[in-house]
């Protein structure tokens, strides 16, 4: 069993930044992958980015070159840093890891960017 709980969600203007963090906690020491999705008002849920326990990491094409996913293993920690935030980037985060064969995630953090 693995428990996820985001944070650093909130209200920003377009142009702006937040970070999003998720803490792990359970059978952690299994983890490898650890990623973030999103759902939009309407929309079905999406890949964001991912990164591996060695750093590896992996973006949507939407969010690349603006959305930096770290990790601090130490921490059990999973980063999503975003920068130059516009108005569809507004919905629910959620953090998601894969541990055999099972999908673990979190209840999500609103992030709402005003035009």
């Known amino acids: 069993q693995v428990q996820l709980v985001e944070s650093g969600g909130g209200l920003v203007q377009a142009g702006g930044s937040l970070r999003l963090s998720c803490a792990a906690s359970?059978?952690?020491?299994?983890?490898?992958?650890m990623g973030w999705y999103r759902q939009g008002p309407g929309k079905q849920r999406e890949f964001v980015a991912a990164?591996?326990?060695?750093?590896?990491?992996n973006y949507a094409d939407s969010v690349k070159g603006r959305f930096t996913i770290s990790r601090d293993n130490a921490k059990n920690t999973v980063y999503l840093q975003m920068n130059s935030l516009k108005p569809e980037d507004t919905a629910v985060y959620y953090c998601?890891?894969?541990?055999?064969?099972?999908?673990?995630w979190g209840k999500g953090t609103l992030v709402t960017v005003s035009s």
């Open positions: 998601n890891t894969p541990l055999y064969g099972i999908h673990y």
């Open positions: 359970g059978s952690i020491f299994s983890i490898n992958a």
């Open positions: 990164i591996t326990r060695g750093g590896s990491t």
